[in-house]
């Protein structure tokens, strides 16, 4: 097994976080806040746009069983690319789309993909995803894992 990490945002973290658990080659998805200037962030800071922090899901993932660039491919598709600081009814920085990479071949093939994607015809407007290095990933709190199944929700 080569295991392997990554970091997408892509709105509110629940749902990605219950579309990457069903992929097939990723071994977790925790859902937590990353790329902000406050340390240990909690869910009510981070709603307040000042903390800096994304709604993230940190997977690992096993690189033998699945690609960057499927889990790339699932990222643009669960999610609205190109808007600033919204995704669907939510609103606010911490709903941004960003991609946190930590080797420099994940920064290569998360800006390939991005440019593919662009052309690919799938977005009119412009992708406006962060692709930044990995910084310090806190988890959410426990309440925001696996919410989907802990509440029933598919």
Request: charged share 20%; glycine share 8%.
């Amino acid at each position: 097994m080569s295991t392997q990490e990554i970091i997408f945002g892509a709105g509110c973290f629940w749902s990605v976080e219950a579309t990457f658990r069903r992929v097939k080659g990723v071994i977790n998805a925790i859902c937590g806040y990353a790329g902000g200037h406050t340390d240990n962030p909690v869910y009510s800071a981070v709603c307040t746009g000042t903390t800096g922090h994304i709604e993230v899901v940190k997977l690992t993932y096993d690189a033998c069983q699945i690609e960057l660039g499927m889990l790339l491919d699932t990222f643009w598709h669960c999610h609205n690319p190109t808007t600033r600081d919204q995704q669907g009814l939510d609103i606010g920085t911490q709903y941004r789309s960003a991609i946190f990479f930590y080797t420099p071949e994940q920064k290569v093939v998360a800006e390939l993909s991005r440019n593919e994607f662009q052309k690919s015809g799938c977005c009119q407007n412009p992708i406006v995803t962060e692709i930044l290095p990995a910084t310090h990933f806190y988890p959410a709190e426990e309440f925001h894992q696996r919410y989907f199944e802990k509440h029933g929700i598919r």
